[in-house]
């Protein structure tokens, strides 16, 4: 079949109605298609000249599709050309158009446990401009006649089961699936007039060892408008507590009490720890009284003797407390109802740290003002240590090679430290430490334009805060200890070709999910693990075709471990690693109007490429520009030696999305945009190195 649309074609499109019957009938339009469509739909058809059997069979069924549908497959073979991929395509949609099917994803069970509202209920029908679909009589917000997929919300109220019924209808057909979500109650509200105080809702709900100048806070749930106090043990003084009527926790009514006491020096015995003591909360009004006791129980201890821990496990993560906060519902990290926030990277084996108290199945220690948590199995405890670790900063060796700038910190002793690192500069806080007057530099390196060295007085008094500005992007980090010395190697930008600057580099890319694990739900039978292997596969591609060397995590529909995905790319010394992946949302989210690119780094370096990234998705694709999400808690991006992103190309259960990517052609666009972005960032990185040195 030939394609031999001339102007007449174009001009229809933009003449008026009356204008398409004298046009067509200066066209000698086959007899074989008189009457079956509508003039327009004619006329690009006559452009077959010669009907074989597959096109007759082709027309056959195209005079079955609503008039939508017609459309799209005859701009396809003006566009294109008929061919037998289209028919089989045709033949593919009129067997699932014989029978209404409707598939729906979400929610996934016969009966769904929810903790949130609204709902989102999504999942796919035929593809086909007149159906119609209904969640609870409703028409949905979001229906895509291209491929059948729907999206809608539902508000649930709390409490109580909710029916979901979702039909598919189709002039007189019609089908209708049925589901249940439970929302259960998640906060009861507790009647005035009873005396009672709630079961579970207090804190703190683990064992808690503190010492003088700690802080216990304790609350719970009881009945409004009453007197509230806690006891420690059984001979201590009553504290009372305080209603909080206005609070700024997500619970509905009152009888939040709260209260809290510092621990004296009497409290705690000499060179010894108390035995644990219950916690008792009492609520009294009137002559009535009701007390509970808390299922998290406290012991005081002294400093003496000291208690110094050594990190043993390779992958231990630190927890910053936020004590300007507090969690009521649930057990937090320590069980003392205080939040906290994970770093963004590990603590080195062999780190020593000073233990403070203990909450729950962590240790506590503080750094300056600030206190963390450490989880007990990732530490073993040393003996016979009489006094606090403690060193003086007096020599810094300096190093560059071709690719890092390597700065050795002599401190005499592993003390802990914390790393902050932005575009171009790093810095590290050293605990422990004192500030000498004078500080001997060994070595050079070119590229380090400036180091400053800060005393913490206020925030620590035994703390340093040294900050290397560098001449160029700092691209990476790594941080070890080689015996009693900190040693931090800062990564510098790749040469490249600037006519090509992706040959030579070598770029992990990793397919998210796989195997057992399918990641997003997607409307149909399609997830996420599926989706993103494709895009993969295309940019691997795209990047060896270009001179890249590209090693892919997974080829294959297997399920690969999250750290090693990460490893192999250090492994590799690679100089990128992209984890590419299809977005979904939490139940509650607004999964109607909240969709599109996403882009997740780790640390400060790397915001410019999850930027660059994310401008050449939404440039390419056009669908909305999220965020560029910085988050400390995810394994595959919290190794700081390689440059690493995670790239949500678009949202799974979203209609709009989810037809993007499916689509083989803009499957090669997401991977054409993510290059494109690669390319950027390696340009933008050594751009920035040059300028700098020419400012020098």
């Known amino acids: 079949m030939k394609k031999t649309l001339c102007l007449i074609l174009i001009l ?9 019957i004298s046009l067509s009938a200066t066209i000698n ?8 469509f509508p003039a327009i739909f004619t006329i690009y058809l006559a452009s077959l000249e010669e009907l074989d059997d597959d096109e007759i069979e082709f027309i056959d069924l195209l005079e079955e599709l609503p008039e939508e549908e017609q459309r799209v497959y005859i701009k396809e073979v003006y566009e294109k050309g008929f061919s037998l991929e289209l028919l089989e395509k045709l033949k593919s949609w009129q067997k699932k158009a014989e029978k209404i099917f409707l598939n ?13 509202s609204p709902l989102y209920v999504f999942g796919s029908t035929n593809p086909s401009s007149e159906m119609k679909v209904t969640v609870n009589n409703e028409e949905v917000q979001i229906f895509d006649y291209r491929t059948g997929n729907f999206l809608t919300l539902v508000e649930v109220p709390e409490g109580e089961r909710l029916p979901i019924i979702v039909t598919a209808s189709i002039g007189k057909e019609r089908i209708s699936i049925e589901k249940t979500v439970i929302y259960p109650q998640v906060w009861e509200k507790i009647p005035v007039s009873t005396l009672a105080i709630h079961p579970t809702r207090m804190q703190p709900q683990q064992h808690q060892i503190l010492t003088e100048g700690d802080e216990l806070r304790v609350m719970f749930q009881g009945s409004p408008e009453a007197e509230a106090t806690f006891q420690i043990g059984d001979n201590s003084n009553k504290v009372f507590m305080e ?9 509905e009514g009152r009888g939040i009490y709260m209260g809290s006491y510092t621990i004296q020096e009497q409290d705690i015995p000499s060179l010894k720890e108390t035995m644990p003591q219950t916690i008792t909360v009492t609520l009294r009004r009137g002559d009535k009284e009701i007390s509970r006791e808390l299922p998290g129980k406290v012991s005081f201890a002294s400093d003496l003797p000291l208690r110094i821990i050594e990190v043993t496990d390779n992958r231990t993560k630190m927890h910053r407390v936020r004590e300007n906060s507090f969690a009521f519902q649930g057990s937090t990290l320590g069980g003392d109802g205080l939040p906290t926030q994970v770093l963004g990277y590990y603590l080195l084996p062999g780190t020593i740290f000073e233990v403070t108290g203990i909450a729950g199945e962590y240790l506590r220690v503080n750094l300056g003002v600030e206190k963390y948590l450490i989880h007990k199995d990732n530490v073993r ?13 007096s020599k810094i060796g300096l190093n ?5 700038v390597i700065l050795r910190f002599n401190t005499r002793e592993r003390i802990p430290f914390l790393i902050k690192d932005e575009s171009q500069q790093f810095s590290l806080v050293l605990y422990g430490v004192k500030n000498s007057d004078y500080v001997e530099y060994e070595g050079e390196a070119p590229s380090l334009q400036k180091i400053k060295i800060e005393p913490l007085r206020k925030e620590a008094p035994n703390a340093v805060a040294i900050t290397m500005e560098l001449y160029q992007s700092i691209v990476g980090f790594d941080y070890q200890w080689d015996k009693t010395e900190l040693v931090i190697s800062i990564r510098k930008p790749p040469e490249i070709s600037m006519h090509n600057p992706l040959k030579g580099q070598t770029i992990v890319v990793d397919a998210g999910h796989g195997g057992r694990d399918p990641g997003a739900i997607g409307p149909g039978d399609i997830h996420e693990k599926f989706v993103v292997l494709e895009i993969s596969k295309i940019l691997a591609s795209m990047l060896e075709d270009s001179g890249a060397k590209v090693i892919m995590t997974r080829n294959e529909d297997v399920y690969v471990d999250l750290t090693e995905r990460i490893d192999s790319a250090v492994r590799h010394n690679a100089d990128l690693f992209i984890s590419i992946h299809a977005n979904g949302h939490a139940v509650g989210a607004d999964a109607v109007n909240y969709h599109g690119h996403m882009t997740i780094y780790n640390y400060g370096y790397n915001q410019k490429l999850a930027e660059i990234i994310l401008d050449k998705l939404v440039e390419k694709i056009g669908l909305p520009r999220t965020r560029a999400w910085k988050r400390n808690d995810l394994v595959v991006l919290r190794c700081p030696q390689i440059p690493s992103i995670l790239v949500e190309t678009a949202f799974m259960m979203h209609p709009d999305d989810n037809w993007y990517l499916l689509q083989p052609d803009y499957q090669r666009e997401f991977a054409a945009a993510i290059m494109d972005g690669i390319i950027d960032y390696f340009l933008a990185c050594n751009t920035m190195t040059i300028q700098s040195y020419r400012g020098n």
Request: charge should be negative.
């Open 12 to 20: 229809i499109f933009i003449l008026p109605i009356h204008n398409y």
């Open 29 to 36: 339009v086959r007899e074989y298609l008189e009457g079956k």
């Open 104 to 116: 729906v994803a979400y929610p996934a069970q016969e009966e769904q446990m929810i903790w949130n």
């Open 243 to 251: 209603e909080l009527n206005d609070s700024n926790l997500p619970l």
């Open 381 to 393: 405890e040393i003996k016979n240590i009489t006094k606090k670790p403690f060193s003086e900063l």
């Open 400 to 404: 560059e090679t071709s690719d890092k």
